[in-house]
């Protein structure tokens, strides 16, 4: 199994109980940007980690695409499942991951791709208001 196999395996039972393995999977100076955080370090990443599963409940990942790349690159694509805490709904985002992995098949970079505004924010009752009015707004008008 090579290092993107194992990874996303990882990933697919990854809870609050399997993060002290993260270490296995990723180099202690690994990047790591979301569109809520940037940090390095794997001991940050893992604090990211705790923090999703100690706060989104049933929070779940599971990886449906996986496309390795030249030169330790690839990307792999992903949802994650959990129960949205100020609505109660199961909700599921969809994202892309950038990785980058070292000689030793660890990763050194983590980059996650997805929309906040639509995955997240457009599922509150008062923000998707909001956020339709503004989508509407700044849409471009049909040519006649």
């Known amino acids: 199994m090579n290092a993107l196999d194992a990874l996303c395996d990882y990933f697919d039972t990854l809870s609050a109980s399997s993060l002290d393995a993260l270490d296995t999977y990723y180099a202690a100076d690994a990047g790591f940007k979301d569109p809520f955080h940037q940090v390095t370090g794997v001991e940050a990443i893992r604090a ?80 998707k208001w909001l956020m339709r009015a503004l989508a509407r707004q700044a849409a471009a008008k049909p040519v006649s």
């Not at 705790?50 to 694509?77: K, M, N």
């Not at 609505?87 to 599921?92: F, H, I, K, M, Q």
């Not at 050194?108 to 929309?115: F, G, N, V």
């Open 48 to 127: 990211i980690l705790r923090h999703t599963f100690d706060t989104l409940p049933g929070a779940r990942f599971r990886v449906t695409r996986r496309f390795p790349g030249a030169d330790r690159h690839a990307v792999i694509l992903w949802e994650m499942d959990f129960v949205m805490p100020v609505t109660r709904a199961s909700t599921t985002i969809v994202g892309a991951t950038h990785l980058v992995f070292d000689a030793a098949g660890k990763v050194t970079h983590h980059r996650d791709y997805w929309d906040a505004a639509e995955e997240l924010y457009g599922r509150l009752p008062v923000l």
